[in-house]
């Protein structure tokens, strides 16, 4: 199973907004609406910000908001600060045999 | 509060075995699917393992299928990981992590290295 497709870097500017693709097929994101999304700084665990495409956990700001169309799936962070620099990384479920599938990770740099 | 922390990392010579640990604490463990995932140094997230609540239904990455074996013991509140014929490629940071219905992860332990090297 090969890893979902994100954009290796982003980039903007404190209160600006960006959005990270997360690019799948029929057998992964296309197919459930199981997409997460998880934030990592250096050196720490993911942390979760989005499940089930567009639901967020408690705790997270509603400026982490996410989104699915077909075969590819969006994170899209408003209002950015510079805490959210940080690697983004797209999930998916992809079936009873390869179960989960990871993008290969996004740099958010706040500039 | 939910805690993951996992044990068991180090140096090891390639085609050499490992055991990592995962202790769990603040949830009823038993309730809950897990899962280990691995992250090589300066790449991304890889699945690797996965575990239903009771132990009866198990899922591998096809990178690791014949040579890695999860397991837990819901009485000790521990998953674990049996790593054989170890390989560079297996260098990484392995993470623990609680599993929910809808397959995302809502918590992750802190992670142990695994460093692969003659």
């Known amino acids: 199973q090969s890893a979902l497709t994100q954009p290796r870097s982003v980039s903007g500017s404190p209160g600006q907004s960006v959005t990270i693709s997360c690019t799948g097929t029929?057998?992964?994101?296309?197919?459930?609406?199981?997409v997460s999304w998880y934030q990592q700084h250096p050196g720490k665990a993911p942390k979760l910000m989005i499940y089930?495409?567009?639901k967020r956990p408690s705790g997270v700001p509603d400026r982490f908001s996410g989104s699915k169309s077909g075969n590819t799936a969006s994170l899209t962070i408003s209002g950015l600060q510079a805490e959210d620099e940080a690697d983004y990384y797209c999930?998916?479920?992809?079936?009873?045999?390869?179960?989960?599938?990871f993008g290969g990770g996004t740099k958010l740099t706040v500039l | 509060q939910v805690q993951l922390v996992e044990s068991g990392g180090g140096l090891v010579k390639p085609g050499g075995s490992l055991r990592l640990s995962c202790a769990a604490s603040?949830?009823?463990?038993?309730?809950?699917?897990m899962s280990w995932i691995r992250q090589a140094p300066g790449k991304g997230l890889e699945w690797v393992s996965y575990?239903?609540?009771?132990?009866?239904?198990?899922y591998y990455a096809d990178s690791v299928k014949g040579r890695f074996t999860i397991s837990r013991d819901n009485a000790k509140n521990s998953l674990y990981l049996q790593m054989n014929s170890l390989r560079a490629e297996d260098t990484a940071v392995y993470y623990c992590?609680?599993?929910?219905?809808?397959?995302?992860?809502?918590?992750w332990g802190q992670g142990t290295l695994v460093t692969v090297s003659s």
């Open positions: 029929s057998s992964d994101v296309g197919g459930y609406n199981y």
């Open positions: 603040g949830f009823t463990f038993s309730d809950y699917y």
């Open positions: 089930d495409v567009s």
């Open positions: 999930c998916s479920y992809a079936g009873s045999y390869t179960l989960k599938v």
């Open positions: 992590a609680r599993e929910t219905p809808t397959d995302y992860i809502d918590y």
């Open positions: 575990i239903s609540s009771s132990g009866s239904t198990i």
